[in-house]
Antibody, heavy 121, light 112 residues
Framework: ELVESGGGLVQPGRSLRLSCAAS????????MHWVRQAPGKGLEFVSS????????DYADSLKGRFTISRDNAKNSLYLQMNSLRPEDMALYYC????????????????WGRGTLVTVSS | QSVLTQPPSVSGAPGQRVTISCTGS?????????VHWYQHLPGTAPRLLIF???NRPSGVPDRFSASRSDTSASLAITGLQAEDEAHYYC????????????FGTGTEVIVL
């Protein structure tokens, strides 16, 4: 199971940290992903991280503002979001990757139900 | 950052067959990366429908099938059912800018 938390209403320019609690599988054996869906839009890749946190990827438009991390001891994935903009408003999903490598082109084979981030003054 | 193009919607009557195309380029599907498909109903977690171009996870009906060729892929739903009404997304990997996951633009399947 993947359960996201940390979403909420935040003013533009502020920060928010999302968490994803994993259970039911060996968390440290898998890459993890964050994907978002803005209102009325499709799925959009946000960020990926390999099994030990040593390799991370970001959507080009988010580099420098968002930081993905993980704590394998706590079976948890995180997304630190800084300088939030109205266009960052979305439902943020965490997803389990396919193996330890985030660059293997594999699917996201299990998803959480998402946490909603609203950016508004 | 959607670099995979899908039709906005497709429709069909119950029992009919519909197909959804997913068009990429030489930096993703054309580079040999696998294509995966997801079914997404509003308010729910996306569901992996097809992985590795044409493989169904356990529990996915064989009414769903997919293929990949050159720089594109397609998903077919045969024997369309009312419960198939959802959004469908293709996904692959792109090797530009250090590499990243890419999703299709999404297709709404409407059961008439």
């Amino acid at each position: 199971e993947l359960v996201e938390s940390g979403g909420g209403l935040v003013q533009p320019g502020r920060s928010l940290r999302l968490s994803c609690a994993a259970s039911g599988f060996s968390f440290e054996d898998y890459a993890m992903h964050w994907v978002r869906q803005a209102p009325g839009k499709g799925l959009e890749f946000v960020s990926s991280i390999n099994w030990n946190g040593g390799d991370t990827d970001y959507a080009d438009s988010l580099k420098g503002r968002f930081t993905i991390s993980r704590d394998n001891a706590k079976n948890s994935l995180y997304l630190q979001m800084n300088s939030l903009r109205p266009e960052d408003m979305a439902l943020y999903y965490c997803g389990k990757g396919w193996g330890i490598d985030s660059h293997n082109g594999g699917p996201i084979d299990f998803w959480g139900r998402g946490t909603l981030v609203t950016v508004s003054s | 950052q959607s670099v995979l193009t899908q039709p906005p919607s497709v429709s069909g009557a119950p029992g009919q067959r519909v197909t959804i195309s997913c068009t990429g380029s030489s930096s993703n599907i054309g580079a040999g990366y696998d294509v995966h498909w997801y079914q997404h109903l509003p308010g729910t977690a996306p569901r992996l429908l097809i992985f590795g171009n044409s493989n169904r996870p356990s529990g996915v009906p064989d009414r769903f099938s997919a293929s990949r060729s050159d720089t594109s892929a397609s998903l077919a739903i045969t024997g369309l059912q009312a419960e198939d009404e959802a959004h469908y997304y293709c996904q692959s990997y792109d090797n530009r800018l250090g590499g990243f996951v890419v999703f299709g633009t999404g297709t709404e399947v409407i059961v008439l």
